[in-house]
């Protein structure tokens, strides 16, 4: 397999990297730690690595040093369609390096290859009661496949910690090729009066999706767009973290990516596209279900400010201009869906908002973020089960924490296992501090 030998090679040149850097400068400093970022959820502390993707405060995210415009015009397209494979964007993910149309097209037949879901799977989702939240399904979905992994087997079998990434990374593609199924299956049997529409095994990752959520395209670019911009974002964010801290202590990839989706349903991480949603829509109804003057809803973001009250989908911890995931996916919605009702409250939103958060002086980051726009176009094409927007996340976040942790196991890091200090420790550090 191509993919698999070219991350042979890429391996075993990274690994002397790594290898000198803690054994030549392990005692280097490059963060100190504040009693705040002690209390305050390590925030800003520099402590993690990952070269798969990386978030620049001017750039918004780089994936493998790819800017978002850059990976969606260099990765190869789906024939007949305006965005990549997400094959592709896995390969990238991978190996750092943009792949050929050859290579994108033999991980395309190697995910369908791997994408049969196993009839056990599917009869426990079944069982499940039918309100069961979605997220919920989907990791235990993940989770029971667990008997599955290459990993977990070879471990057993006395493999060598230099070959660990092998196996990690069979189960990396196993997962990875049956999230769409799984996904699609859940929202089918939930918010589909249980009508199943087998794979198409013809079609590619994000068009089987679509094809299994019984939505016509432009709904399959959609998905590959919604999939690859929410593939990664460093490691530090609750699901991608967690994803690595299971995986440090060898649990396999399932228990990972189980765990990953578990802090994912958050309502501080994975639900801030359904909150931005319900806020315009409530918005909507405020203003008569018509489209309001810039003068109207100025006075109404103004309102809602002096309130007390945020603007949900504006500003982000790291970045300080417009969040590009935003910025492609309003380009996908002035293209299919320019008079669509939703958008054009989030054009408005878009034209008003950022100045009135800069003349109030309190957002370091007046912009609009991912969240802002993503759940707009879910609802246009019919997808308007908030509780689901989550799982269609996960899909997309899965693909680079599998491929960090594939890493994670090529370098050999240990066990995740930062040091606590108590409150009246840090009441000494203060004290001493005066």
Excluded at 20 to 36: A, N
Excluded at 54 to 73: A, C, Q
Excluded at 86 to 96: K, S
Aim: glycine share 8%; proline share 6%; hydrophobic share 40%.
């Amino acid at each position: 397999m191509i993919l698999k030998e070219k991350l042979r090679a890429k391996i075993e040149e990274w690994r002397p990297r790594t290898t000198k850097l803690i054994k030549e400068f392990g005692d280097v400093k490059i963060s100190d730690v504040t009693i705040g970022q002690c209390i305050g959820g390590v925030r800003g502390v520099k402590c993690l690595t990952t070269d798969i993707s990386y978030l620049d405060p001017m750039e918004g995210i780089r994936f493998r040093g790819y800017t978002i415009p850059e990976t969606l015009k260099k990765l190869p397209k789906v024939p007949g369609s305006d965005m990549p494979y997400v094959e592709g964007h896995v390969y990238l993910l991978l190996t750092g390096e943009i792949p050929t149309e050859a290579e994108v097209l033999e991980l395309v037949e190697e995910f369908k290859k791997r994408s049969v879901v196993p009839q056990y799977v599917i009869d426990i989702l079944r069982v499940m009661p039918r309100d069961t939240h979605p997220m919920t399904m989907f990791s235990t979905a993940i989770l029971a496949m667990q008997r599955e992994s290459v990993f977990a087997q070879k471990y057993k079998e006395g493999i060598s910690k230099m070959d660990y990434w092998e196996p990690t990374f069979e189960d990396c593609l196993d997962i990875l090729a049956k999230l769409p199924e799984i996904g699609a299956y859940i929202y089918r049997m939930k918010y589909r009066s249980d009508t199943i529409i087998p794979p198409n095994h013809d079609l590619d990752f994000g068009g089987n999706f679509a094809h299994m959520m019984g939505i016509e395209k432009p709904y399959d670019d959609v998905s590959r767009l919604y999939f690859i911009l929410h593939s990664d974002h460093e490691s530090g964010n609750v699901s991608a973290h967690t994803g690595h801290l299971i995986a440090s202590a060898l649990s396999d990839m399932y228990y990972a990516i189980s765990g990953m989706l578990d802090g994912l349903a958050g309502p501080l991480h994975g639900l801030a596209n359904e909150e931005v949603l319900r806020w315009i829509q409530g918005v909507m109804i405020k203003m008569g279900g018509k489209i309001p003057t810039e003068e109207e809803m100025k006075s109404f973001v103004w309102d809602t400010l002096k309130s007390g009250q945020v603007v949900p989908g504006f500003g982000h911890a790291v970045l300080r201009k417009t969040d590009p995931r935003y910025e492609e996916q309003r380009n996908f919605c002035l293209k299919h869906l320019p008079n669509d009702l939703i958008f054009q409250y989030v054009s408005m939103l878009y034209k008003v908002v950022p100045p009135i958060l800069e003349e109030q002086g309190k957002a370091k980051n007046p912009w609009p973020n991912v969240d802002a726009q993503s759940g707009v176009i879910q609802w246009y094409y019919g997808v308007r089960e908030y509780a689901f927007y989550t799982v269609l996340f996960g899909i997309g976040r899965a693909l680079g924490v599998t491929a960090n942790i594939v890493w994670d196991r090529a370098l050999g890091y240990p066990i995740e296992r930062p040091k606590s200090v108590t409150t009246a420790m840090l009441e000494e550090f203060a004290a001493k501090s005066k």
